[in-house]
T-cell receptor
């Protein structure tokens, strides 16, 4: 995951918005993904964005993409305690769109 | 659909023993991926298959690791002999191409501990 970078930790208060940032390196990546991992569980696909889009909204989730800066962000509105988890961004490459993951951001939601 | 199924969920074994991890992908998916997750190295792609054929195994750490996919509904990852540094969570994922998008769906993982 060394080519995809994320900050390791983020703490927010319940009800606030969370913004998780990610930078990637491969400008040819066509799709970028956000996954959520809860303790002891596998990775759950949250959302994705196609590289020709700037923004995608899906209920409480908003993904912003800045291709020029290779910067991706995930905003979670009205963050709840159930949102506490590790969030991974991933870029896709290759013929099978193999995923390269960031190190993950541990989101802690405080009451 | 039941999603990607992995077994066992936990495996504890002694150094030198053979370990076999199993995966059943989502029916109809034509790509299968094996990943390893550790604190030090994060998520690493080990190998992937397309239509049961291994395509890229460049992520397999060494010859002690091998993977097979005898049919579209079953894959194994074998470690022989196992070593303590193999301790990790191993994930299987499958995907199906939808246009240019290949959404990968992950299994719950197998937590391997080698003592």
């Amino acid at each position: 995951g060394e080519d995809v970078e994320q900050s390791l930790f983020l703490s927010v208060r319940e009800g606030d918005s969370s913004v998780i940032n990610c930078t990637y390196t491969d400008s040819s990546s066509t799709y970028l993904y956000w996954y959520k991992q809860e303790p002891g569980a596998g990775l759950q696909l949250l959302t994705y964005i196609f590289s020709n889009m700037d923004m995608k909204q899906d209920q409480r989730l908003t993904v912003l993409l800045n291709k020029k800066d290779k910067h991706l962000s995930l905003r979670i509105a009205d963050t709840q305690t159930g949102d506490s988890a590790i969030y991974f961004c991933a870029e896709s490459r290759g013929s099978a769109r193999q995923l390269t993951f960031g190190s993950g951001t541990q989101l802690t939601v405080l009451p | 659909d039941a999603g990607v199924i992995q077994s066992p969920r936990h495996e504890v074994t002694e150094m030198g023993q053979e370990v076999t991890l199993r995966c059943k992908p989502i029916s109809g998916h034509d790509y299968l991926f094996w990943y390893r997750q550790t604190m030090m190295r994060g998520l690493e792609l080990l190998i992937y298959f397309n239509n049961n054929v291994p395509i890229d195994d460049s992520g397999m750490p060494e010859d002690r690791f091998s993977a097979k996919m005898p049919n579209a509904s079953f894959s194994t990852l074998k470690i022989q002999p196992s070593e303590p540094r193999d301790s990790a969570v191993y994930f299987c994922a499958s995907s199906l191409r939808k246009g240019g998008n290949y959404e990968q769906y992950f299994g719950p993982g197998t937590r391997l501990t080698v003592t």
